[in-house]
Nanobody, 127 residues
Framework: QVQLVESGGGLVQAGGSLRVSCVASGYIHSRACMGWFRQAPGNEREAVARIWTSSGATDYADSVKGRFTISRDNAKNTVYLQMASLKPEDSAMYYC????????????????????WGQGTQVTVSS
């Protein structure tokens, strides 16, 4: 059983930056895939980014490419999402997810491939 706890959300002005973190506990596969997703009220959950913890390989949704950076600190079992040039449309609940490396395969970041989810951290970007 993997537990994921997100933190770091908050209110930021458009154009600003924010970093959210996800600490994983419990059994963490050495070749885990970890991802960030977001969901705004009335919208479906949207993929943001993923990282393969063993290699550091990353993928991003087109909507955040060039603005967001996912990274990991394996010693701390922590994954970060550094967000820059934030826009009001980035406002959402941000969720951390984890699963085996297979979740990092394929060209698309798919929520259904992740079996472990955190409770989320709210990010609000004011205009």
């Amino acid at each position: 059983q993997v537990q994921l706890v997100e933190s770091g959300g908050g209110l930021v002005q458009a154009g600003g930056s924010l970093r959210v973190s996800c600490v994983a506990s419990g059994y963490i596969h050495s070749r885990a895939c970890m991802g960030w997703f977001r969901q705004a009220p009335g919208n479906e959950r949207e993929a943001v980014a993923r990282i393969w913890t063993s290699s550091g390989a990353t993928d991003y949704a087109d909507s955040v490419k060039g603005r967001f950076t996912i990274s990991r600190d394996n010693a701390k079992n922590t994954v970060y999402l550094q967000m820059a040039s934030l826009k009001p449309e980035d406002s959402a609940m941000y969720y951390c997810a984890a699963d085996q490396f297979s979740a990092c395969l394929g060209s698309t970041i798919v929520a259904s491939r992740f079996g472990n989810w955190g409770q989320g951290t709210q990010v609000t970007v004011s205009s």
